[in-house]
């Protein structure tokens, strides 16, 4: 009494089942909740509350998933309530059949197909669930078998609206957990819809009635940490909500320490898969370049990112992102032929000479390093065109490497060093000098050559002291004259005397008699009277001044 809503208290009621002449009748349990201890239900097998009970509320404490059959063509039932009825009710589905047939099968929530309207034996039957139900606890497809007592091989399944599931299909419908009944508290479902990569969802929320402590929320993805599309608690009128993926995720909870609501209390969601109509327009490709996208569908959030073929340098913004008003974030960039090569960068411990600021084809740049650096590569970088790619740079980028100094080698005794330092860099020259009366012997100049460890080129030199000098002002050269024009002489003069001697004493004639002062005059002695030797004529002509 009542049914869906609560049965009063304080009844007694009676049911009496008949089922025609020759048949028999099929009880199913559709829905039993009784207050404990205070309410009854008595199902007898017979015509009259003297025929022996076949189920009691009072003893069972499970309802028989397979329902009751009788032995002939009655049922009668008692119904009793003491409480208040704060309980939904009972629902119960009979129906008859004949002798010889299995009984029609019965689904709630469901339905199913036949291969034998009348069930005879041999009949087979296959199952479903309505939307947003799932099968449950039984077979799919039974059997009627046994035709001396005929009857179904399996258990008629069951159609539940479960918490949580994976659904792929284009529409159907989402319950709250066990709907039409009452959901049970502490629950946490989490149900996620997925349909074709270029469509998206339409959520049909028909009904939304849940307690103050329960939250149905909507995530516009396929997971959890996705954007929400809504937050409900409460009882809501029916409204609609449309998804920018192609994914949503609903999740239930309800509260552990929340009231149990009864029939028809929870929600039904329908859903749709319906055309998008959130994507940005379609960016065109632009001349020697292309595009790559960050998501297959240019929908809010998506990345297009623009680049240039060799040869072509990008003018304007290279990323462009789809907002959430379906625009993009800038114009179309350009793709521009390069005609000048890019700045090739500096070199540590150098300096640069360039020839134009802007390095079109041709230009140059040269590095030079800096004192106590060598280069290292080509110092000299020129912009070259090539047939395929832009411009390019003649050779990479050299490097000025340092090199240990040289020490100072020490001044010679007497002399002086220019410039004076402890240590030296690579490349650097050091000359030297002697004091007044000395003279420079060896290399006047030395320099560092780069290494590791750097080293001079040469030993350094010394300062020896002058000789004394001359009246003729030239050191030592008056003695060494002398000695040089005295030897000669003197072994000629010998020479001639001994020749002369020789000769005088063959003719007879005295000796020669020196005079002990005066002299003949030069002037009467001729060259051939006097000195008829040709070894003499052939010998040194000079004259010399000799002191003796």
């Known amino acids: 009494?009542?049914?869906?809503?609560?049965?009063?208290?304080?009844?007694?009621?009676?049911?009496?089942?008949?089922?025609?002449?020759g048949q028999r009748l099929h009880l199913?349990?559709?829905?039993?909740?009784?207050?404990?201890?205070?309410?009854?239900?008595?199902?007898r097998n017979g015509k009259d509350i003297e025929a022996p009970p076949v189920?009691?509320?009072?003893?069972?404490?499970?309802?028989?998933?397979e329902g009751l059959l009788s032995t002939a063509r009655h049922f009668f039932l008692e119904l009793t309530t003491d409480s208040s009825g704060a309980s939904a009710g009972v629902a119960l589905r009979y129906e008859a059949f004949e002798q010889g047939h299995c009984y029609?099968?019965?689904?709630?929530?469901?339905?199913?197909?036949?291969?034998?309207?009348t069930y005879?034996?041999?009949?087979?039957?296959?199952?479903?669930?309505?939307?947003?139900y799932t099968l449950e606890q039984g077979s799919i497809i039974i059997e009627c078998v046994d035709p001396s007592d005929p009857q179904w091989n399996e258990t008629e399944p069951a159609c539940r609206a479960v918490c949580s599931g994976e659904i792929t299909d284009s529409a159907g419908v989402v319950l709250s957990p066990n709907w039409p009944e009452a959901y049970g508290k502490g629950q946490d479902c989490i149900w996620g819809l997925h349909v074709e990569e270029d469509k998206r969802i339409m959520l049909d929320i028909q009904v939304l009635r849940i307690g103050k402590g329960d939250v149905l929320t909507f995530y516009d993805g396929d997971d959890l940490t996705a954007r929400i599309l809504g937050q409900y608690t409460g009882t809501h009128r029916r409204f609609k909500l449309y998804t920018a993926m192609a994914d949503?995720?609903?999740?239930?909870?309800?509260?552990?320490g929340g009231a149990v609501f009864g029939y028809q209390q929870g929600f039904v969601i329908h859903f749709f898969e319906v055309p998008r109509n959130d994507t940005c327009p379609e960016l065109p490709e632009i001349p020697n370049g292309w595009k790559t996208t960050s998501?297959?569908?240019?929908?809010?959030?998506?990345?297009?990112?623009?680049?240039?073929?060799?040869?072509?340098?990008?003018?304007?913004?290279?990323?462009?992102?789809?907002?959430?008003?379906?625009?993009?974030?800038?114009d179309l960039p350009t793709c521009e032929r390069v005609t000048a090569c890019k700045d090739p960068g500096d070199v540590n411990h150098s300096r640069r000479i360039i020839s134009s600021s802007k390095f079109p084809v041709g230009s140059t740049v040269q590095f030079v390093c800096d004192k106590g650096y060598v280069l290292t590569g080509g110092g000299l970088l020129t912009c070259r065109d090539r047939q395929a790619g832009g411009p390019k740079w003649s050779d990479r980028l050299p490097k000025c490497t340092l090199y240990e100094p040289c020490h100072n080698p020490g001044a010679p005794e007497h002399g002086i060093q220019t410039p004076e330092k402890r240590l030296y860099q690579a490349g650097a020259t050091l000359r030297f000098s002697c004091a007044t009366g000395y003279v420079l012997r060896g290399e006047g100049s030395l320099r560092c050559v780069p290494g590791h460890p750097s080293q001079w080129n040469s030993s350094p030199p010394i300062c020896k002291a002058v000789a004394k000098v001359s009246p003729?002002?030239?050191?030592?050269?008056?003695?060494?004259?002398?000695?040089a024009i005295f030897l000669p002489v003197l072994v000629v003069a010998l020479l001639i005397g001994g020749i002369y001697l020789y000769f005088s004493k063959l003719q007879g004639k005295p000796s020669l008699q020196l005079p002990l002062s005066g002299s003949h005059p030069y002037d009467h002695i001729t060259v051939e009277s006097a000195f008829d030797n040709t070894a003499y004529e052939t010998g040194d002509t000079r004259e010399y001044e000799v002191s003796i």
């Open 1 to 21: 009494p009542g049914f869906p809503g609560n049965y009063s208290n304080n009844l007694t009621c009676h049911w009496l089942l008949e089922a025609p002449e």
């Open 55 to 65: 189920y009691d509320s009072y003893e069972v404490e499970y309802l028989p998933i």
């Open 472 to 483: 003729s002002g030239n050191p030592q050269e008056g003695p060494n004259i002398a000695i």
């Open 295 to 330: 998501h297959p569908e240019l929908i809010h959030g998506t990345m297009v990112n623009y680049h240039c073929y060799p040869g072509f340098e990008l003018v304007g913004t290279d990323l462009l992102m789809c907002h959430w008003d379906l625009t993009w974030s800038g």
């Open 248 to 256: 949503v995720t609903i999740q239930f909870q309800s509260d552990p």
């Open 104 to 117: 029609e099968p019965f689904v709630k929530y469901g339905n199913f197909t036949t291969s034998d309207a």
């Open 28 to 43: 199913h349990f559709e829905k039993v909740s009784l207050a404990e201890d205070d309410d009854r239900l008595i199902i």
């Open 120 to 132: 005879a034996v041999g009949t087979s039957v296959e199952f479903s669930c309505d939307p947003g």
